[in-house]
């Protein structure tokens, strides 16, 4: 393959890590939690609102548990993994738009808007990441996975300044107050993530295994009897069998603190402008440092990086 065209599928990879960002800033650490408790939730008893949200979030999580590995198999099986992250990135971004329509007392259609958004989001990931050995090589995995990342947090930074801005000043964009503003905000993520999208849909091209023609019921046990035999396999090695249950551990303790930062410090009473500017920080201070650890990996241990990462979290949580 020709460097110039490599670099074109690289960066369409890439960019959809910039699209979906949108998602994982405004509406699961920011802006939604602190609307919930603030507007959805405000017909609940004082504490309620940050239980319930952390009841949606663990039912997000597991409902997405459940269904990941079942599609996963699936799709790998039928080659048809583009097809699965496309339909998730529509049903993704479609019910984030649908947050709009969310007002004051409205805390289960949030919840229930959420979860499906939610599990648009995080399916279409595993899609997602499933395509990275196929656009680069072995030895380039850390810095082009690092460099989705940073893109990441660069292109959720920069929705998160429009969003914020919006809320904060509506009438400079047209809007008669913050409240519709952070609604508005909603529908602008949800056309954000579908509009960066489009480069991966457009460039990212996916190998066809031939494999033989599955009748209706098969499209319904295969997946669990090839989740079985790949559990069954995992046993035999041991090196897999620990990352994943390390993997399970740790990246559940950064997604708890990511999902339920904001509405805990809302809950204990810091300002909603202060929470959106400190995470708006956070997105601009991680840009460069997800590089640098991506360099970082790349030339010395992924592992000891890791291991480096996963300690300066721990120590900042406690």
């Not at 007002?103 to 259609?109: F, H, R, T, Y």
């Not at 295969?222 to 551990?249: D, G, M, N, Q």
């Not at 708006?280 to 840009?287: P, S, T």
């Amino acid at each position: 393959m020709k460097k110039g065209k490599n670099d074109k599928v690289i960066w369409s990879w890439v960019m959809y890590d910039w699209a979906n960002s949108a998602f994982a800033t405004t509406i699961m650490a920011v802006v939604l939690p602190i609307y919930f408790s603030d507007v959805a939730a405000k017909n609940l008893k004082e504490g309620l609102a940050v239980s319930y949200w952390g009841y949606t979030q663990s039912i997000a999580m597991l409902l997405t548990a459940i269904i990941a590995p079942l599609l996963g198999t699936l799709a790998d099986y039928t080659s048809s993994k583009k097809k699965f992250m496309s339909f998730f990135i529509l049903l993704g971004s479609s019910f984030t738009s649908l947050l709009y329509f969310v007002q004051s007392g409205d805390w289960l259609l949030c919840s229930i808007l959420y979860i499906v958004a939610n599990i648009g989001f995080s399916a279409s990931l595993v899609f997602y990441d499933a395509f990275l050995p196929h656009i680069t090589s072995r030895e380039n995995f850390a810095w082009v996975s690092s460099l989705g990342y940073a893109m990441g947090y660069l292109g959720g930074g920069l929705l998160l300044i429009l969003n914020i801005l919006m809320i904060q000043f509506p009438k400079m964009f047209f809007l008669p107050d913050s409240l519709t503003a952070t609604r508005v905000a909603f529908v602008t993520v949800g056309v954000w993530w579908l509009l960066f999208s489009i480069p991966f849909f457009k460039n990212i091209k996916e190998e066809k295994i031939p494999v033989e023609k599955l009748n209706v019921g098969n499209y319904f046990t295969l997946p669990f009897e090839r989740l079985k035999r790949t559990f069954s396999e995992a046993r035999k090695y041991k090196e897999l069998f620990k990352f994943l249950i390390a993997f399970w551990l740790y990246i559940d303790g950064v997604g708890t603190i990511i999902k339920m930062a904001a509405i805990y410090g809302r809950e204990v009473g810091i300002g909603s402008m202060h929470l959106m500017g400190a995470i708006l920080l956070v997105q601009f201070v991680a840009f460069p440092f997800a590089m640098i650890f991506g360099k970082i990996a790349s030339k010395t241990n992924t592992k000891k990086t890791i291991y480096l990462t996963i300690a300066l979290y721990c120590f900042i949580t406690v």
